[in-house]
């Protein structure tokens, strides 16, 4: 069991997308629809921004969506604002009741 | 509204033994179907999943840290618990509790620095 893989950083101008991937294996992301997705701003604690794949909690703007293809799930926000700039993580039911987080994204607005 | 706080000795030196507690309010810790975990992140590095125990107190733990690790709930109290032995510098870090799902964390404490050093 590992940690799954994203990209170390990601950027984009208001208003345009980004997305974020989370690539595991076919027993992690691969096998269930248990991929939830955290915002961290520094100093904060993380905030679930999605999860199942793609539900959103209540509150979470329709800016961030989430999907799944194969092994790697993604996270996209669109229309960014400076208020989107912070890490971001992934998480996926890894089997044997087990967790797995991703590495972590640093997404900047330009 | 769930709140989490987390509390407990901020100093650990090894290979002494990491305890924290984490104490729920708004909700009962008892509540069908609710998991209570715990999470860290070392400083400037991700987060690590370190295990989460059902209310009943059945407990999950990461493969790694399995055999160093104990989660339990205190019904009572309606807190939740972690302890973590035989410590070392690498498991410096900032500890959240969170919960009550075991799939995903939407409550989440706001974290405490635990450093370990003699």
């Known amino acids: 069991q590992s940690a799954l893989t994203q990209p170390p950083s990601a950027s984009g101008s208001p208003g345009q997308s980004v997305t974020i991937s989370c690539t595991g294996t076919?027993?992690?992301?691969?096998?269930?629809?248990?991929v939830s997705w955290y915002q961290q701003h520094p100093g904060k604690a993380p905030r679930l921004m999605m999860y199942?794949?793609?539900k959103r909690p209540s509150g979470v703007p329709d800016r961030f969506s989430g999907s799944k293809s194969g092994n790697t799930a993604s996270l996209t926000v669109s229309g960014l604002q400076p208020d989107d700039e912070a890490d971001y993580y992934c998480?996926?039911?890894?089997?044997?009741?087990?967790?797995?987080f991703g590495t972590g994204t640093k997404v900047t607005v330009l | 509204q769930l709140q989490l706080q987390e509390s407990g000795p901020g100093l650990v030196k090894p290979p002494e033994t990491l305890s924290l507690t984490c104490t729920v309010s708004?909700?009962?810790?008892?509540?069908?179907?609710?998991?209570w975990g715990w999470i860290r992140q070392p400083p400037g590095k991700g987060l690590e999943w370190i295990g989460s125990?059902?209310?009943?107190?059945?407990?999950y733990y990461h493969p790694s840290l399995k055999s160093r690790v104990t989660i339990s709930v205190d019904t009572s109290k309606n807190q939740f618990s972690l302890k973590l032995t035989s410590v070392t510098a690498a498991d410096t870090a900032v500890y959240y509790c969170?919960?009550?799902?075991?799939?995903?964390?939407?409550?989440w404490g706001q974290g405490t620095l635990v450093t370990v050093s003699s």
């Open positions: 969170a919960g009550p799902d075991f799939y995903y964390f939407d409550h």
């Open positions: 708004g909700g009962s810790i008892i509540s069908s179907g609710y998991y």
């Open positions: 125990c059902y209310y009943t107190g059945r407990p």
């Open positions: 076919s027993s992690d992301v691969g096998a269930n629809n248990y």
């Open positions: 199942e794949v793609s």
């Open positions: 998480c996926s039911y890894a089997g044997n009741n087990n967790l797995e």
